[in-house]
């Protein structure tokens, strides 16, 4: 509205100016124009800049107000160009104006417009060769209607629905307005004029009396409009009153079922009364008590009132009633109503003994709990909880239920909880508020804490000792036991039921157990919270480490855990494949070391490297060889039908055709011969027979001849050339002197290569030599040379001089050891499906 009222103050503005800035196109004269403007809104005051020619330029514009020669806004370009003047205005006009070069013609915006703006503007420019241009205005500012009072017959300001008014009787009131100039104040009923006679007070406020002698039923919910205006420029001021009526009650009665109610359960009553216009004011009472969640309606002669309430525990027996009356007609009150019943549930409260204070129960007291019930109808059985699951009365355990008494003989810390007591009627189960009974004790270590501590020579370890205790105003103790003696320890802090010691050993007998004890009001700890510290280091190598499955892409692998160190560890494999020299895959497990190896490819050797690590550093590692199983060989054969060729046809058309024609003679042969000539003839028609049968065989050819074998002489895999033991796993060997360490390799044994044999005894074959490369990062470069030699994992070789089980080789491999180290001292050992390893004694 703001917007369209600026625009249309502007385009005025405009209209105003037009012929004048027209004329003055062409002659360098003095214009002037007059301006009206709405106070609190925007205004546009035009000047005549005429952008010279280049070889000239606006120095300075400045605006006046009145006979003041004083400008009231100036923009200065003396010292550079039109848009890059300096602007400046006076303290009346202040943040409010701004003048536009950018409109057309430019223009002095100032907004928003006060009443002490009014008066004779003059805009003056001054170019520098040129002479100065002026342009003269007055402006007026009209000041709005603001406000529209409306008063009744007391003076009293109304809006909004006023009344109730009887009917019949006469309404008068007033609707007041002021502004420059003074507005005219009508009155309206809907979209009809009423009055639009008002006057002038002596204020100068425009006033307008509206009187209704005699008020009928159409005035009901009538509105009553006062406008008021003073200019076209802006929209009329208005305010309004809804008028209500009323009428007396003729009927009323409540139309609910009347029974029993329950307590807590929201219930809605509906209250009838006719006969009354407009709808008559229905209240509820509860006995004494004026009930408030009400909702009227009204259809025709009918007043509908429904009450919605909650029915409380202290509502029974009270009298409910319905009453429809007219304050404004005396004596006009009806009323209907009944007693009511309300049932609820058992309302529960839980308390201690009469004799007991909760703050002096500790272990071995006696406990009891008192429920007071209060129920309509009455309960019909008690119940008692304990952390929210049912108790029930065990004498040997010490609980008694008996009614509404819960007797807790010799309580213990185990008993210390919350506790209600529940109870049941005809409207359900209630249940009473939580009791948290606390029962003191003496301090008892938390379960669940960590009690094995590895620690290193000169290493600082923080234990933590967390007990459980009531009250937690503690007192701690540390000692340490070793084998020799026992050693206070008075370094440590305590935060309420937490105690944590700094503890170095600093030699070897600085280990043993670390035992806490902690005491409070009630006595001291029984049993002490005890931590070992034990020596920590690397973890043992994994060990029995066995290959449970493999399969054309995959291999799964399992392995014993060593000793941890005395830290958490963590489990590694490493898969490297050996034909391309490089590391296939890094798996880590925090469990157990049991890897299942996927997405491999098919038919191919892999070096499996696994070890331990924990925070000291990593075990040496265990390292064996398996390949997985070939990819399935498709073996089809193409069979083909012989294929009867033209000549062979035509040669049988033949044969047929001289069968059928000796068949033909032998008839003719029978009715002419003599009988003896018969036997000689049908003689010689049977050889001839037999002598094209003998020759059509001998045409056809043979398939067995032509075509090759159906099915091609089976290919012996290389796996059955190998005697049925493939070169699926392998493992590397320590040679062991029997004292826990490895015997050095024979001189016969090169380092540079693996030797290989196998469990059937037969010929194996020659491979490619295998490389590891060093960038895998799976090997520890102890020695490490400039390259790695190469290494033939399938090349029978010198065996050991010692004798072991080929069928169960045991290893331990140091982890980052170059594979030339390992080829020196190891062998690989093909044991078919399943390789075991496990660490030299």
Avoid at 362 to 368: A, I, P
Avoid at 477 to 506: G, Q
């Amino acid at each position: 509205m703001m917007m369209l009222e600026s625009c249309i103050t502007r385009r005025i503005c405009l209209l105003h100016i037009t012929f004048i800035y027209l004329s003055s196109m062409f002659r360098k004269t003095v214009i002037s124009a007059n301006l009206t403007a709405v106070e609190d809104r925007s205004v546009y005051l035009p000047c005549n800049v005429t952008f010279p020619a280049e070889n000239d330029a606006i120095s300075l514009v400045l605006w006046f107000r009145g006979d003041s020669g004083v400008p009231i806004y100036s923009l200065d370009a003396r010292n550079g160009s039109i848009y890059k003047a300096f602007h400046f205005t006076d303290d009346i006009l202040g943040t409010r104006a701004y003048f536009d070069l950018t409109s057309k013609p430019p223009l002095l915006k100032i907004a928003p417009v006060r009443k002490q703006d009014e008066g004779e503007y003059e805009c003056r420019v001054d170019y520098r060769r040129a002479r100065t241009e002026k342009w003269r205005g007055h402006l007026s500012v009209i000041v709005p209607t603001k406000n529209v009072v409306i008063t009744y017959e007391n003076g009293k300001n109304v809006e909004g629905i006023i009344g109730p008014f009887n009917e019949g009787s006469f309404l008068s009131l007033s609707c007041e307005a002021q502004g420059d100039p003074t507005p005219a104040v009508t009155w309206w009923r809907n979209s009809v004029l009423l009055d639009n006679n008002y006057s002038i007070t002596t204020r100068g406020v425009a006033r307008n009396a509206l009187l209704i002698k005699r008020l009928h039923r159409d005035h009901f919910m009538s509105l009553l409009t006062c406008q008021a205006s003073n200019t076209n420029l802006s929209l009329p001021i208005s305010k309004s009153v809804t008028l209500d009526l009323n009428l007396k009650p003729l009927e009323v009665r409540i139309s609910t079922l009347k029974r029993p109610l329950s307590a807590g359960r929201k219930v809605e009553l509906v209250c009838q009364s006719s006969g009354s216009r407009p709808p008559s004011r229905i209240l509820w009472w509860k006995g004494r008590e004026k009930m408030s969640t009400i909702t009227s309606s009204k259809n025709d002669n009918m007043t509908v009132s429904k009450l919605t309430f909650i029915p409380t525990i202290n509502d029974h027996g009270k009298y409910l009633s319905c009453q429809a009356d007219n304050p404004v007609i005396p004596n006009s009150a009806l009323e209907d109503g009944w007693i009511l019943t309300v049932y609820y549930l058992p309302k529960l409260r839980l308390s201690l003994g009469a004799n007991i204070h909760h703050d002096a129960i500790r272990e071995g007291s006696d406990v009891y709990f008192d429920c007071n019930i209060q129920a309509n109808p009455w309960v019909s059985e008690v119940g008692w909880r304990f952390e929210g699951k049912p108790l029930f009365s065990k004498t040997k355990e010490g609980v008694i239920t008996s009614n509404q008494t819960l007797v807790l003989q010799k309580v213990t810390r185990e008993r210390r909880g919350r506790y209600q007591c529940v109870a049941a009627n005809v409207e359900g189960e209630a249940e009473s508020e939580e009791i948290m009974l606390r029962v003191h004790y003496a301090p008892v270590c938390k379960p669940g804490q960590k009690t094995v501590y590895g620690v290193a020579r000169l290493e600082s370890v923080n234990i933590r000792c967390e007990v459980l205790a009531d009250p937690s105003d503690l007192t701690f103790y540390w000692f340490l036991n070793n084998t020799f003696k026992r050693i206070e320890l008075r370094s440590f802090t305590t935060n309420e039921t937490v105690s944590e010691a700094t503890y170095k050993p600093r030699t070897r007998y600085g280990y043993g157990v670390l035992s806490c004890w902690a005491k409070n009001d009630i006595g001291s700890q029984k049993e002490p919270c005890n931590f070992s510290i034990i020596p920590a280091g690397h973890p043992d190598p994994v060990k029995n480490c066995e290959i449970l499955n493999r399969t054309v892409t995959s291999i799964k692998i399992e392995c014993e855990a060593g000793y941890n160190g005395g830290l958490k560890q963590t489990f590694h494999l490493e898969v490297f494949n050996a034909p391309l020299k490089k590391l296939q895959a890094n798996l880590t497990k925090t469990d157990f070391p049991t890897f299942a190896i996927n997405h491999l490819p098919p038919g191919t050797t892999f070096i499996l490297a696994i070890y331990a690590s924990n925070s000291k550093g990593k075990s040496h590692s265990v390292a064996l060889t398996a390949t997985t199983l070939p990819a399935p060989e498709k073996r089809t054969a193409k069979i083909e039908r012989p294929v009867i060729s033209p000549v062979l046809g035509i040669l049988i058309g033949i044969v047929g055709a001289l069968v059928l024609m000796a068949v033909l003679i032998v008839i003719l042969m029978r009715f002419r011969s003599q009988e003896d000539d018969k036997g000689s003839v049908e003689q010689e028609i049977v050889n001839k027979s037999q002598t094209s049968f003998q020759k059509e065989r001998e045409d056809v050819p043979d398939p067995d001849t032509r075509e090759p074998d159906v099915i091609p002489a089976s290919v012996i895999d290389s796996y059955e050339r190998n005697g049925g033991v493939g070169r699926g796993c392998g493992v590397y060997h320590t040679p062991h002197n029997g004292k826990g360490r490895p015997r050095e390799p024979p001189p016969g044994l090169l380092p540079t290569t693996y030797e290989t044999s196998t469990v059937s005894g037969a010929s194996d074959t020659q491979e490619p030599s295998m490389f590891v490369s060093r960038a895998s990062g799976a090997v520890r470069q102890t020695n490490l040379a400039p390259e790695y030699p190469q290494i033939d994992i399938y090349k029978q070789g010198v065996q050991p001089d010692h004798e072991e089980d080929d069928s169960h080789i045991t290893v331990e491999t140091p982890l980052m050891e170059p594979l030339s180290n390992i080829a020196g001292r190891y062998r690989v050992t093909t044991v078919g499906d399943r390789s075991k390893i496990s660490t030299p004694v």
